[in-house]
């Protein structure tokens, strides 16, 4: 199979998301073409981005003339203006860009932008609630929705499983969670093994089933 991952991208809606999407992308190397109407937002990101042009991206014509059609991927991260989301991801499906990733900012709108042909729906808003609830209520330092039901979140070892090695601690069983590195302090992370003893002050990753996840890191 093709590997995509390095072709150009188009990106369409330079807000935060869009913006710091673009830059990114240029930054690992990726060219980009960067669309937005508001000719004061691509002024500000000129000489930053590899190519970035003024347009409506709910005008076909435009779109072609841009040579839009070319790119392999695209996304539109254009969210507040759901007509103009709607409109330019209907227009990319139209072009037939194999890779459309789009963003949403409701579960609706999520639903009708898969509907018309993006391959990928991306909820960033909603995904950095739910992140930082985990982080606000808990004792997590980060946490990762990694599939609907499936989490890895950077945690501290529970009382309970410090000074024992891990292949002795039932966790697995317990509680359906995995150990997957640890990170002691002033070190690195490093993979976990059955012998791996945990100590107080340690940072480790664990990944399992949300709620199993969610529960692991309650334990004082
Ligand atoms: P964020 O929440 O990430 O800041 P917004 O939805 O507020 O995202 O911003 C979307 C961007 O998309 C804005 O910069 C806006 O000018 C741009 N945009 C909206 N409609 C169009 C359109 N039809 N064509 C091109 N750019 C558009």
Do not use: C
């Not at 960067?34 to 937002?41: E, G, L, T, V």
């Amino acid at each position: 199979m093709a590997d995509h991952k390095s072709d150009p991208v188009v990106v369409i809606g330079l807000g935060r998301f869009g913006t710091s999407l673009a830059l990114e992308l240029t930054r690992r190397g990726t060219e980009v073409l960067a669309i937005d109407h508001r000719p004061k937002i691509t002024q500000s990101l000129a000489g930053r981005i590899t190519q970035i042009a003024t347009a409506d991206a709910t005008d076909m014509e435009a779109l072609r003339q841009l040579g839009v059609p070319d790119f392999y991927q695209a996304v539109i991260a254009v969210g507040s203006d759901i007509e103009a989301s709607i409109l330019a991801t209907s227009l990319l499906a139209e072009l037939e860009i194999n890779d459309i990733w789009a963003k949403a900012v409701s579960t609706q709108h999520g639903r009708i932008l898969s509907r018309i042909g993006a391959h990928h729906v991306v909820f960033p808003e909603h995904d950095m609630g739910e992140r930082v609830a985990h982080l606000v209520s808990g004792r997590m330092l980060d946490y990762m929705q990694v599939d609907e039901n499936f989490a890895l979140a950077k945690t501290t070892p529970p009382k309970e499983y410090v000074g024992i090695p891990l292949g002795r601690s039932n966790l697995r069983r317990k509680y359906g969670v995995t150990i997957v590195a640890v990170k002691p302090p002033g070190e690195e992370f490093t993979y976990a093994t059955a012998d791996t003893e945990l100590t107080y002050g340690d940072v480790i990753l664990v990944s399992g089933r949300t709620e199993q996840v969610e529960r692991f890191a309650e334990l004082p």
